[in-house]
């Protein structure tokens, strides 16, 4: 009787240990992490998603690599959120500032370091409530593709089975579609909720800046009585990353992006050519439906689509292409076509 006791409080402890830190505090045998999480943005950071462990897991880049954020708050005995979608739902930002901090002033939290060299990337965010695309939003990609310029945001919307990660592949739905078109975006990640906020304070609501690119089918999109959903929300279609570059390091409305195919400069501008900024984006989205916390906006691409160019000179991605896509300060994502 006294054995099964003794098993019985081990067991309870353990499985204190796994809700307060991790599986990996629970294994170690550590105490429940003390207090409770701390809410609020964060701040300085560039964040991403890793693979480990066959787990999707937070993590942030630093001078000593690449913090894997779950590890280091187990061992930092200190409560975090375990994905970035926990992150930012939770608005729980000012909890992973609290524990990279702590992490790169101790040595309780060195083997949650891992060398940027050996990481492997997961989708940034795995499971937004709503993701909003916003068309035509460039001055001179309007003029390409021979539009007006709108009077208003044009929306439309993409689906969580369409995102997709850096360094990831998009196999390209051939039996549908055959006139397949990159759009390089910035995309803002909202991190906190916001209904009918004013183009003053939009900007305070965003958790941060990500690149994206619109992928998109133009025959399903143009060709099919104007089927924008299915022309661009195909799976993967939506690639993301490779980091979320937090709101106060970032002037979005200034930014240099560019996207490449297979080497070759195909888009470049900057966001100063939008038609709606950032603030006037999240402001009118904000006036038609609740932006949530974990929510993501892509804002439209600049010239250079294969769409702009005359019809003779459309030359349509096709498997094997290699794209790379770009924004100031926000990194590089990639991925392949197949």
């Known amino acids: 009787m006294a054995q099964s006791r003794r098993s019985f409080l081990r067991l309870t402890a353990l499985g204190a240990a796994v809700a307060a830190g991790g599986a990996g505090a629970a294994e170690a045998g550590a105490a429940p992490a003390p207090g ?9 950071l560039t964040l991403l998603t890793v693979r480990r462990g066959g787990e999707l897991r937070l993590a942030a880049r630093t001078p000593k690599g690449v913090l894997d954020v779950q590890a280091a708050a ?13 992150m930012l739902q939770r608005e729980e930002g000012a909890s992973v500032d609290a524990v990279v901090e702590a992490a790169l002033a101790s040595t309780k939290a060195q083997g949650a ?27 001179r990609h309007a003029k390409e593709v021979n539009m007006p310029i709108p009077k208003t945001p044009v929306l439309f919307s993409k689906f969580n089975t369409s995102l997709n990660c850096h360094r990831g592949t998009i196999r390209l739905p051939v039996e549908v579609a055959t006139k397949f078109d990159y759009e390089v975006e910035l995309v803002i990640v909202m991190g906190r909720e916001a209904k009918s906020v004013s183009e003053a304070d939009a900007l305070s609501y965003v958790a941060g800046y990500s690149t994206g690119n619109d992928f998109t089918a133009r025959d399903l999109q143009l060709e099919t009585g104007g089927q924008w959903l299915i022309g661009k929300t195909p799976d993967q279609f939506a690639p993301l990353g490779p980091h979320l570059v937090t709101a106060d390091q970032i002037d979005p409305d200034n930014l240099k992006i560019e996207c490449r195919v297979n080497g070759e400069t195909r888009q470049s501008s900057n966001t100063s050519d939008l038609i709606f900024g950032t603030r006037q984006i999240i402001s ?3 006036r038609h439906l609740t932006l949530r916390p974990g929510d993501i906006i892509f804002t439209g691409t600049p ?7 005359p019809p003779d000179q459309r030359v349509w991605l096709k498997p094997g292409d290699k794209l790379a896509c770009s924004l100031e300060k926000l990194g590089e994502l990639t991925f392949d076509l197949v």
Do not use: W
């Open 36 to 44: 409770s999480a701390k809410r609020g943005l964060a701040k300085g």
């Open 74 to 86: 187990a061992a930092l005995h200190l409560p975090a959120p375990a994905t970035m979608d926990e």
């Open 303 to 309: 010239e250079g689509v294969i769409q702009g160019k």
């Open 113 to 139: 370091f891992v060398p940027e060299g050996e990481v492997v990337h997961g989708p940034l965010v795995s499971r937004p409530e709503k993701i909003v695309c916003i068309g035509l939003n460039y001055r």
């Open 284 to 286: 009118y989205v904000s």
